[in-house]
């Protein structure tokens, strides 16, 4: 079946659903929104785990283990390269064919580049073909998540009502703890149930086959939005279509700068709390994974808490003062993290507690203002680059950079690191003055 007749299949679907021409709520969009983040984060977070527990030792294995896990991180800084490209390439598909064929497209590319590696061979069974699909996999992944962007966000935001505008921008963030809540559930059943050698055999790949399904169901609860003809209204009203890549970028690029910048605490406080804590426990350690992947389980409940907290803080207090304020609080957390994570049992769960909860209050706001800041004409485009490079600048490297630099210099290097990302997003927040003029911010 073509992706013209699935798309062709939900949308039809999608309008008998919506045929009793009720109003659009701001309800219906947050689950969308949520539905489709989880999805997204769920595929990130299998990777992100898989690329320390597995694939230094089936992809790499002709290195020692730290080698291994640098060079997998590596691999895993390629999709947020890919992405703004992807973003680039579905853009085009989106002012030609629409929203909802770049939407099919993007996610079974996504779900597929998910799946297949799940089906991935051994570097001892096929050699460096191993390291070269793993790669194109992941650029495939990168790709993908630079076409879901369907703008849902951005309307979801800005249809809400405005004295709870700080609680609909926290919704679609709450996509990260499910995602990591589930995925390391799952990783954690997977290694502390089964022996190592069926481990490496088999159970690690079974996360990656749970990805397409969920993706299936995200594609349809996403298109059950986007292409009824009500939301077609709200996109238009809302002025959320998408203009050329090349002239957003020649109108907005200094926006889309700051607004790049102003997330860097969050986005590098992210994988300081998921992905690079598990590849120094598991290389410096002798805790056992699993013990850990149950700690991060902990981790990701505290830290929806803390998300959904930021949704009442930024109301309460605005996002740019709530957004500056966590900011510092980061900075003065990467002094104390080094100590912290390398404190034993108690200091790792101090590291954890502390860190998902400012992750969360961070991370909750981290995303969607800057769609009152671009011209309405460049919202929808201009909102995806920026997210885009959000992530590349403060994530896509975050693990590979706080690994290399932690091993060559201690811990304390890493802190260093996410410090600076800290003072990146104060010296944004402070030069984005249009973020404080604007009612979506107050």
Wanted: no cysteine; hydrophobic share 55%; charged share 15%.
């Amino acid at each position: 079946m073509s992706a013209s007749t699935v798309t062709q299949s939900f949308e039809d679907d999608a309008r008998d659903i919506h045929a009793d021409g009720k109003a659009i709520s701001s309800g219906e969009i947050a689950i969308g929104v949520v539905i489709g983040r989880t999805s997204e984060f769920f595929d990130f977070f299998v990777y992100a785990i898989a690329s320390v527990l597995v694939f230094p030792t089936l992809i790499f294995p002709f290195v020692d283990r730290l080698q291994g896990t640098l060079y997998s991180f590596a691999v895993f800084a390629l999709a947020f390269i890919a992405r703004p490209l992807g973003t680039l390439i579905f853009i085009g598909v989106d002012r030609v064919y629409g929203r909802s064929v770049k939407l099919t497209i993007a996610l079974f590319l996504l779900g597929t580049s998910t799946v297949a590696m799940g089906f991935l061979p051994s570097y001892d069974s096929v050699g460096y073909w191993a390291i070269a699909l793993l790669a194109l996999l992941r650029i495939g992944q990168g790709i993908a998540l630079g076409g879901a962007w369907d703008g849902l966000a951005s309307l979801l935001s800005l249809n809400a009502p405005e004295k709870y505008r700080g609680w609909y921008a926290m919704l679609p963030q709450l996509g990260a703890p499910f995602g990591l809540l589930v995925a390391s559930g799952l990783f954690a059943f997977f290694v502390t149930t089964l022996p190592t050698v069926d481990f490496f055999s088999w159970g690690w790949r079974y996360p990656f086959f749970v990805a397409f399904a969920i993706n299936v169901v995200a594609l349809f609860a996403r298109l059950r939005l986007v292409v009824t003809p009500e939301f077609e209204d709200l996109y238009l009203r809302r002025e959320l279509q998408p203009a050329a890549v090349v002239e957003t970028v020649q109108a907005e690029w200094r926006t889309i700068w700051l607004g790049s910048f102003a997330p860097l605490a969050s986005f590098a406080l992210f994988h300081m709390v998921t992905v690079f804590p598990l590849s120094w426990i598991l290389l410096f350690t002798r805790e056992a994974p699993g013990r850990f992947l149950v700690i991060e389980m902990i981790g990701a409940v505290i830290g929806l808490g803390a998300t959904l907290v930021s949704g009442l803080l930024a109301d309460r207090f605005g996002r740019r003062t709530l957004l500056g304020t966590i900011a510092v609080l980061i900075a003065i957390f990467a002094i104390a993290a080094p100590m912290l994570l390398s404190g034993g049992d108690i200091g790792e769960r101090l590291f954890m507690g502390i860190g998902f909860v400012l992750f969360g209050l961070s991370f909750g706001q981290s995303s969607g203002a800057v769609a009152s800041s671009l011209a309405p004409k460049h919202r929808y485009t201009g909102s995806a680059l920026t997210t885009d490079l959000a992530w590349l600048f403060g994530a896509g490297f975050a693990p590979l950079a706080a690994l290399l630099l932690s091993s060559r210099f201690g811990l304390g290097a890493s802190g260093a690191y996410l410090f600076s990302g800290a003072v990146f997003t104060l010296i944004a927040l402070g030069l984005n003055k249009e973020l404080a003029k604007r009612n979506i911010v107050r």
